[in-house]
Each structure stands twice: as structure tokens, then as C-alpha cells.
């Protein structure tokens, strides 16, 4: 078994490779570790913290309850990583790519996820509130109650991905791609979807009180008991939705488009309707 002062001093004479080494719970806080070939690795448990992972190959890792806040962890190859529980504060994953990756319960608050490819991702319960997942690919991906409060994800694709019962307050999610999307009974009320695609998505449930839907898709979606109190609607696209039994007292839905919309027992008091008239 390598031990660690033993692998920062093959690294400082140029060695790279480092595949299927066994470092559980060892401390390797700011290590220099650039381009490092770490494939297969068993890093349960390991403190990477700050650590200089750019353009490393993590591929297949187990990285299960490591420490990794505040890492760089840029253009990283961390497909099929394990990194269930992981801490990954502040850490910066722009450009890396974690495709079929497990972050199950991870913690990547205020972590930088930039362009990063998430695709089929396992996020199910994982801690991403204030993180910056702009123009980031979760198509697919599994975000069941994760929470995103206050997340930037702005032209994200989160195209045929799972977000139910995920907690989106205040998030901004303008230019963002959520078609056939699942987001029932998540909590995105004050978030930003301007502009926002969610053509065939389930948001039965969704609480959306207050939030910016203002030119938004939403046709042939399901709003189906939806919590649209106050919600700005401006130029939405609603056509075939079905709004049955969901609130839009106080909506905005000026010049908003309601073809073939199922609007059965649903609260349109004082909102502002598609002519600019008030419905009583």
C-alpha cells in the first residue's frame, strides 16, 4: 500500500499514473496533484481539501465521504465516480465531467459546476444551494429532493430529469431546458424561469407562488394542483397544459397563450387575464 508522502514525491519526479492506489482515509489536503492519473482509486474517507485536482483522472473512484471543499477539480474525469456523502463546498467543477456519477446526500454548496457534465448524475437528497450550475448538462440526471435554493442555473439542460419534492427557491433558472422534466411537489416558489422550456412536464403539485414564468413554455404540461398565486405568467406559453385545480389567484397572464388550456375548478381570482382584464 502506497502511502501518501511516498506518492507527492513519485509525483514530483513526474510520475502521473497513480490508478487503483488505496489511500482510504488518508490526508491530502492541498496536494498538488495536477493531471494526476487517479482511475479506480480508493479514496473513502480521504481530506482532499483545496487539493490541485485540475485535469485529473478520477474515473470510477470511490470518493465516498471524502473531503474535497474548496478543490479544483476543472476539466476533471470523474465519470462514474462514487462521491456519495462527499463535501464538495465551494469546490470548482467547471468543465469536469461526471456523467453516471453517484453524489448521492454530497454537499456541493456553493460549488462551481459550470458547463459541467452532469448527465445522468445521482443527486437524490445532495446539498446545492447557492451553487453555479450554469449552462450545465442534467439531462437525466436524479435530483429527488435535492436542495438548490438560490442555485444559478441559468440554460442548464435538465431535459427528462427528476425533480420531485426538490427545493428550487429563489433559484434562477431563465434559458433553461426542462422538457418531460418531473418536478412534482417541488417547492420553486420566488424562482426565476424566464424564458424557461418545460414542454411535456410534470408539475402537479409545484409550488410556483410568485415566481418569474414570463415567457416561458409550459404547453402540454401538467399543473395539475399547482400553486401559481402571484405568478408572473407574461407571454407564457400554456397551450394544452392542464391547470385543473391549481391556483392562479393574483397571476399575471397577460397576453399569455391558454389554447386548449383545462382550466376545470381552477382559482383565476384577481388575476390579471390575457386582454389585460381582471377575472372576478
Do not use: C
Not at 388550456?261 to 381582471?278: C, F, H, K, Q, Y
Amino acid at each position: 500500500m502506497m502511502m501518501v508522502d511516498e506518492l507527492l514525491k513519485l509525483y514530483s519526479v513526474g510520475k502521473r499514473d497513480f490508478r487503483e492506489i488505496h489511500l482510504q482515509g488518508e490526508n491530502l489536503s492541498g496536494a498538488y496533484l495536477y493531471e494526476a492519473n487517479l482511475r479506480g482509486a480508493d479514496l473513502n474517507k480521504v481530506n482532499l481539501e483545496g487539493a490541485n485536482l485540475h485535469g485529473a483522472n478520477l474515473r470510477e473512484a470511490n470518493l465516498d465521504a471524502a473531503s474535497l471543499a474548496q478543490a479544483d477539480l476543472r476539466a476533471a474525469n470523474l465519470i462514474g465516480v462514487s462521491l456519495r456523502g462527499a463535501d464538495l463546498r465551494a469546490a470548482n467543477l467547471t468543465g469536469a465531467s461526471l456523467r453516471g456519477a453517484d453524489l448521492s446526500d454530497a454537499d456541493l454548496s456553493g460549488a462551481k459546476l459550470v458547463e459541467t457534465n452532469l448527465n445522468e448524475v445521482n443527486l437524490t437528497g445532495a446539498n446545492l444551494t447557492q451553487a453555479n450550475l450554469s449552462e450545465a448538462n442534467l439531462s437525466r440526471a436524479n435530483l429527488l429532493k435535492a436542495n438548490l435554493t438560490g442555485a444559478l442555473m441559468t440554460a442548464a439542460n435538465l431535459t427528462i430529469a427528476i425533480l420531485s419534492e426538490a427545493i428550487l427557491i429563489g433559484a434562477n433558472l431563465s434559458n433553461a431546458i426542462l422538457n418531460t422534466a418531473n418536478l412534482r411537489g417541488a417547492d420553486m416558489s420566488g424562482a426565476n424561469l424566464t424564458r424557461a422550456k418545460i414542454i411535456g412536464g410534470n408539475l402537479m403539485n409545484v409550488n410556483l407562488q410568485t415566481a418569474n414564468l414570463r415567457n416561458a413554455n409550459l404547453s402540454w404540461t401538467s399543473l395539475r394542483g399547482a400553486n401559481l398565486q402571484a405568478a408572473n405568467l407574461y407571454q407564457a406559453n400554456l397551450s394544452w397544459a392542464n391547470l385543473s385545480r391549481a391556483s392562479l389567484a393574483e397571476a399575471i397572464l397577460i397576453k399569455a397563450n391558454l389554447l386548449q388550456v383545462n382550466i376545470i375548478e381552477t382559482d383565476l381570482r384577481r388575476a390579471i387575464m390575457p386582454d389585460g382584464s381582471t377575472y372576478e
